[in-house]
């Protein structure tokens, strides 16, 4: 199994709310967070995520960035483990990696009994 | 209404896999994903999401760290308004905000037709 495929186990996070993070998962969860910590790549994965795959060609004009800086934004997205990209001849498509998203989604569930508060 | 309620709103956000993330939308989240995307501020959070509050007086002693490095991962969760203080004498108090986490929980819900993939 790969890093990735490992850091993508659904099965693997209680919820943040029901029980102190160990260290080790700390650790290997803090950097999806971490890339979706920029706005830039928030965007990204929200445009990736909204349908089943993306070029890399329709991404890219939707930014007022260079390329290169966009191809180091989902570089980060990848290595976290959020999205996988496939290179089909000229370009390079990605899509949404949802066990990844279950994950981070499922470690920031909140018991009903919390209140709605603030 | 404080800039932190604002950022906590959690009506405000469509899942990021519904359609691209406005520009302000992205730059109003990125800090919170930003601020659990550090494996000592993920363990702070999960503590302090487990019980409905917690003295820092209890949270410094569970990590190898100093009193001040503790007290700057805890600023930075409170600035990112994922947690409230509150001084009572000697010690600060910290919970969680509720809606924030909702907030991004509900950002990073995938639509029930998205495969489970890997």
Same mark, same amino acid.
């Given at each position: 199994?790969?890093?990735?495929?490992?850091?993508?186990?659904?099965?693997?996070?209680?919820?943040?709310?029901?029980?102190?993070?160990?260290?080790?998962?700390?650790?290997?969860?803090?950097?999806? !967070?971490?890339?979706?910590?920029?706005?830039?790549? +928030?965007?990204?994965?929200?445009?990736?995520?909204?349908?089943?795959?993306?070029?890399?060609?329709?991404?890219?004009?939707? !930014?007022?960035?260079?390329?290169?800086?966009?191809?180091?934004?989902?570089?980060?997205?990848?290595?976290?483990? +959020?999205?996988?990209?496939?290179?089909?001849?000229?370009?390079?498509?990605?899509?949404?990696?949802?066990?990844? !998203?279950?994950?981070?989604?499922?470690?920031?569930? +909140?018991?009903?009994?919390?209140?709605?508060?603030?």
């Amino acid at each position: 199994m790969s890093k990735q495929a490992e850091r993508a186990d659904p099965g693997c996070c209680a919820p943040l709310a029901v029980r102190p993070m160990a260290v080790e998962q700390a650790a290997e969860v803090a950097p999806m !967070f971490k890339a979706l910590g920029d706005p830039v790549r +928030l965007r990204l994965m929200s445009m990736i995520a909204s349908v089943p795959e993306m070029c890399v060609c329709d991404l890219t004009p939707a !930014f007022e960035l260079s390329g290169p800086t966009i191809s180091h934004h989902l570089r980060v997205l990848r290595e976290a483990g +959020l999205v996988d990209s496939e290179r089909r001849g000229t370009w390079v498509w990605y899509r949404v990696r949802p066990a990844a !998203f279950r994950q981070l989604g499922a470690l920031l569930a +909140l018991p009903a009994s919390v209140p709605a508060g603030t």
